[in-house]
C-alpha cells in the first residue's frame, strides 16, 4: 500500500516571500501521479499542480512549482511570490497509474496536510 | 461547463439512522469517487464508481455503500449511523478513462452525527 508523509503541520510565510511545503511518499510503483491539492476556507479542494513519475522535468504553475526526487521519493511544493489567497491546507496526494483497462483512477492516497499562514 | 456539486451541504443526524449523500458529476465525467474528511483521520478513499460499476473501494465498514446512476450521477449511503461518521464528505469527478485524468472535487457535504 502507497502511504504520503507530509512533515510540516503547519508553516507560515510572509505576502510576497517563498515557502516550501515538503511531501514524502512510499510506493513500490514505477509509474504514478504525485498532486498538491489546495483546501481554503470554503473547503472547495482545488487542483494546484500535477506531476508524472515517468518524467524527470519538474511541473510549473505560475508560482507553483515542485521539487521531484524520484529516487528520494521526494515531492516539495514551492510557491513563489507567496499571495494573501495563498493561505489554505495543502495536501500532497499520491494516485497509481494502474495498468490494464478497468482500472482504477479514481484513487487518491493523500498526505495529512500542511496549513499555510500567509502573514500580510 | 458546471462544477460538481453535492447535495445536501449540511446535514445532521442521530445515531443510528441512515444517511444519502448525493453527488452531480461535471458534464462528460464517468467516474465518481468519494472520499472522507476528519480532522483525526485525514482524507481516506471510501468508493469509486465508473459506468455504474463499483472500480474500486477503500476499508470501510458494510454500513457504507454507494452507487452510480446511468447519468453518472452518484449516492453515497450510511446505515447505522455512528458518532465517529461525524465527517466532511466529498466527491470528485474525472473523465475516468486514461491515468491521465485530472480529478475534480465538489464542494463537500458536512454530516454531523449527534
Known amino acids: 500500500a502507497q502511504t504520503v508523509t507530509q512533515s510540516q503541520p503547519e508553516m507560515s510565510v510572509q505576502e510576497a516571500e517563498t515557502v516550501t511545503l515538503s511531501c514524502t511518499y512510499d510506493?513500490?510503483?514505477?509509474?504514478?501521479?504525485l498532486f498538491w491539492y489546495k483546501q481554503p476556507p470554503s473547503r472547495q479542494m482545488i487542483l494546484v499542480i500535477r506531476?508524472?513519475?515517468?518524467?524527470?522535468q519538474n511541473a510549473t504553475e505560475n508560482r507553483f512549482s515542485v521539487n521531484f526526487q524520484k529516487a528520494a521519493k521526494s515531492f516539495s511544493l514551492k510557491i513563489s511570490d507567496s499571495q494573501l489567497g495563498d493561505a489554505a491546507m495543502y495536501f500532497c496526494?499520491?494516485?497509481?497509474?494502474?495498468?490494464?483497462?478497468?482500472?482504477?483512477?479514481?484513487?487518491?492516497?493523500f498526505g495529512q496536510g500542511t496549513i499555510l499562514t500567509v502573514h500580510p | 461547463k458546471a462544477g460538481v456539486t453535492q447535495t445536501p451541504r449540511y446535514l445532521i443526524k442521530t445515531r443510528g439512522q441512515q444517511v444519502t449523500l448525493s453527488c452531480s458529476p461535471i458534464?462528460?465525467?464517468?467516474?465518481v469517487s468519494w472520499y472522507q474528511q476528519t480532522p483525526g483521520q485525514g482524507l481516506q478513499f471510501l468508493f469509486e464508481?465508473?459506468?455504474?460499476?463499483?472500480?474500486n473501494k477503500g476499508n470501510f465498514p458494510g454500513r457504507f455503500s454507494g452507487r452510480q446512476f446511468s447519468n453518472s450521477r452518484s449516492e453515497m449511503n450510511v446505515s447505522t449511523l455512528e458518532l465517529g461518521d461525524s465527517a466532511l464528505y466529498l466527491c470528485?469527478?474525472?473523465?475516468?478513462?486514461?491515468?491521465?485524468?485530472?480529478?475534480?472535487f465538489g464542494p463537500g457535504t458536512r454530516l454531523t452525527v449527534l
Open positions: 470528485a469527478s474525472s473523465l475516468g478513462v486514461l491515468s491521465t485524468d485530472t480529478q475534480y
Open positions: 510506493t513500490s510503483e514505477s509509474d504514478y501521479y
Open positions: 506531476q508524472e513519475a515517468y518524467k524527470q
Open positions: 496526494a499520491y494516485r497509481s497509474a494502474g495498468g490494464a483497462g478497468g482500472t482504477s483512477y479514481g484513487k487518491l492516497t
Open positions: 458534464s462528460g465525467h464517468r467516474s
Open positions: 464508481y465508473f459506468s455504474e460499476t463499483q472500480r
